[in-house]
């Protein structure tokens, strides 16, 4: 097994001074099954994309920086499967707020021949605010209620597994996040994680939800208000999508 990780990167100075890449570097290191970790940096404005280049790049052979104009968490992660290489793609946010170590409960599960391993977080997420547990609790009812995305319990843990040729063919078959536009600020983009899913679900694509171990990780990039109304407005166009028959109705064996 080859796997291409993918770190999306977006004004992340601080959380790379605590050092997140060392702790993602020394894990894959040695490790054959990773070839290549691919940071994409969401055009970040402070010193990240200096720090990478100075200090990781070279440290780290297996590491290589792409860098995308602000387009938001979503076309991060894209890029990186479009530029991955191997025969799975996996990618992890930067805060490490479930430990890269949990990469081996992801492993097994495309190892039982699945095509999409996704982790889980407990309905606990320990350590989260209030704001956050009813958020989540929020986007479980709404996704289950207006697209039908029934199966999965957490469709937003930053924390995935795929294989490669079919990431490729549900990326090319998005509709919300299918045209790039530039965004103001931070954006985490969480509606790209339940349009995935919804896709992969229409393709025929199988899923693994596997639990791993999260910690709240305190961050800028992810407020209360501003991601809730961007998740809701993502759904809403998801369905209207839906309901106009935009998205496939194919199965891999055609």
Excluded at 146 to 170: M, P, T, Y
Aim: charged share 30%; hydrophobic share 40%; aromatic share 10%.
């Amino acid at each position: 097994m080859k796997i291409s990780l993918i770190i999306p990167c977006y004004n992340e100075e601080v959380n790379i001074q605590k050092g997140v890449l060392d702790r993602i570097g020394n894990y894959t290191r040695n490790d054959e099954r990773f070839s290549e970790v691919i940071v994409v940096d969401d055009g970040s404005t402070d010193l990240s994309v200096r720090i990478i280049e100075d200090q990781y790049i070279k440290s780290f052979p297996k590491f290589k920086l792409i860098q995308n104009s602000h387009l938001g968490k979503a076309f991060a992660v894209i890029r990186g499967i479009k530029e991955a290489k191997n025969e799975f793609v996996m990618f992890s946010d930067i805060d490490l707020a479930t430990p890269i170590e949990e990469a081996e409960k992801l492993i097994s599960g495309a190892e039982e021949g699945y095509d999409i391993v996704i982790g889980s977080r407990s309905d606990a997420r320990k350590g989260a605010p209030i704001a956050r547990k009813i958020m989540a609790l929020g986007m479980i009812i709404i996704k289950y209620y207006i697209i039908g995305l029934k199966g999965i319990h957490d469709s937003q843990c930053g924390f995935k597994l795929f294989n490669r040729i079919a990431a490729r063919k549900i990326i090319d078959n998005l509709k919300v996040f299918k045209d790039k536009s530039s965004v103001s600020g931070s954006s985490v983009s969480a509606g790209f994680d339940i349009e995935f899913l919804f896709v992969a679900t229409k393709l025929g694509y199988s899923i693994k939800e596997i639990p791993v171990t999260w910690m709240h990780v305190e961050t800028k990039n992810v407020t209360f208000i501003k991601s809730s109304l961007e998740s809701l407005r993502d759904i809403i166009s998801i369905k209207s999508y839906e309901l106009k028959g935009d998205y496939p109705r194919l199965t891999r064996k055609q």
